[in-house]
């Protein structure tokens, strides 16, 4: 179990500094995986580092009953100077790793796939053979707990593959708090969710709840592929009758959905930074219609996929 307690997080500089995190209280409870969402900048990553042990906070106390890992692939802690392989060592002592040393080592270089780079100094490294290799060694121990910061998002395609695979097989026995983007992977591998916004974190019992507190809170209408909604289909829109008419018109409605979704994050940003009321009052009118028009694309998504798999079942 973790619990926060009282928490307050600022960071300062020359013209001093407002809270990152402001009177956090929250108790996530022995295994439980949960989401971390909100904006960027919010204070997401700032709450898994004071969580890890990574920072501390201004006020306020994290109290840790279990083995919390670090964040999972963070490489910031790699020595330049030495190979893969003494990082690796060296890492495992320090930690008292309770298995064979050797093994561990034999583990994480199968797992990375960096050949013979391994053996070369971690200072001649591109980022992504230090993302390989932090992976690597991070679910090379057993924890209580892990943290993660968009975990999965390194290496090619299939490398993506394996680390998703394999950090599923680490949380099936652990318990998991995880700051992703991705919507699917956090609906995948968590229950509960955190919304971070303006320096409150708020828990919720599931990670949808938390997903539509976020989207709420930023005028965003939640994914196309939402199947648990239910829609009245207009005159107007008519149905194909073969699959390949199906999924021709799937590609393309997704291929709306980002341009809208583009188009609402700059019409946000814009309103921020816009002082004339007049324009003011034509981005407000723009973003109404995004909204509409992102429901309109959502409700064809829905009604397509519903008959994509009708005609899949004939």
């Given amino acids: 179990m973790i619990e926060i307690q009282n928490l307050y997080k600022r960071y300062h500089g020359p013209f001093g500094g407002g809270w990152v995190l402001k009177d956090v209280n929250i108790i996530i409870p022995d295994g439980v995986s949960v ?108 924890f209580d707990i892990y943290i993660s910061d968009e ?54 019992d599931k990670i949808d709840d938390a997903i539509t507190a976020y989207h709420q809170s930023s005028g965003l209408v939640t994914d196309v592929a939402d199947e648990d909604d239910d829609y009245d289909l207009e005159d107007d829109f008519a149905l194909p009758t073969d699959l390949a008419s199906v999924d021709e018109q799937l590609k393309s409605l997704r291929r709306e959905s980002a341009k809208i979704y583009k188009r609402q994050i700059i019409v946000d940003y814009l309103l921020e930074s816009e002082s004339s009321p007049s324009s003011k009052r034509d981005l407000e009118a723009e973003r109404v219609t995004l909204k509409r028009n992102r429901r309109e694309v959502k409700r064809r998504h829905h009604a397509l996929r519903s008959l994509k798999a009708e005609l899949d079942e004939k």
């Fill in 151 to 204: 975990a999965t998002a390194v290496g090619d395609r299939a490398f993506k593959a394996k680390a998703r695979e394999a950090f599923q097989k680490r949380i099936d026995h652990a318990s998991l708090i995880m700051v992703s983007h991705g919507e699917g992977s956090l609906r995948q591998m968590c229950e509960a969710g955190i919304f971070v916004n303006e320096g409150s974190a708020t828990w919720y």
């Fill in 35 to 142: 989401g971390v969402v909100g904006k960027n900048g919010a204070g997401k990553s700032t709450l898994l580092r004071l969580i890890g042990g990574m920072d501390v906070p201004d006020r306020g106390r994290v109290v840790r009953r279990g083995r919390v890992s670090w964040p999972i692939g963070l490489a910031g802690g790699f020595k330049g100077s030495m190979t893969g392989r003494q990082n690796v060592k060296f890492v495992a002592r320090i930690h008292g790793i309770k298995k064979s040393v050797a093994s561990l080592i034999k583990e994480v270089e199968s797992f990375a796939e960096i050949g013979k780079a391994f053996d070369d100094p971690v200072n001649t490294y591109s980022s992504g053979m230090r993302s390989r290799l932090a992976f690597g060694l991070s679910l090379a121990f057993d």
